[in-house]
């Protein structure tokens, strides 16, 4: 009769590792407090970056919706005749979207050499000011110029 081949007796997962380095203990309860406290604060400093910048993304969007509000109320003035006195005749404006208001501010150049006064003249030429604010809060003032031609 053959002998019978003997295998060694199963282990667990854990005795093979361990059988795989000798002399090694596994790690203190402190360590792997160190380790998790490292991907913790980790993790807090990636979550901090994703807030900041959909922060600057949001003020972005702002700024860039308020420029575009300027520059269409920029564009309805500019397309209005001239007026004189637009206190009496008041420049076209644009509807904005709600929380956001426009406002319009007209300088009047003093002739010969200037300079621009709030004081209603007719000397040909406005400083048109567009102020956009959102919530009540300032957020871009954009100036043009219009001429009687």
Request: zero cysteines.
């Amino acid at each position: 009769m053959a002998p019978r081949l003997r295998l060694p007796p199963r282990r667990s997962v854990a005795l093979r590792a361990r059988a795989l380095v000798p002399g090694e203990a596994g790690f203190s309860l402190v360590e792997e407090l160190v380790a998790v406290g490292i991907v913790v604060v980790g993790l807090a400093l990636v979550l901090s970056a994703v807030s900041t910048a959909s922060f600057g993304v949001r003020e972005t969007d702002e700024h860039v919706f308020a420029e575009n509000l300027a520059r269409s109320q920029v564009e309805r003035v500019q397309d209005a005749p001239y007026s004189a006195n637009p206190t009496s005749v008041p420049y076209p404006t644009v509807t904005p979207p709600a929380g956001y208001a426009v406002s319009l501010n007209v300088e009047y150049w003093t002739a010969p050499n200037g300079p621009f006064t709030t004081t209603v003249r007719n000397d040909g030429l406005q400083q048109i000011t567009v102020t956009v604010t959102h919530a009540g809060q300032y957020v871009l003032s954009l100036a043009h110029y219009k001429v009687n031609r």
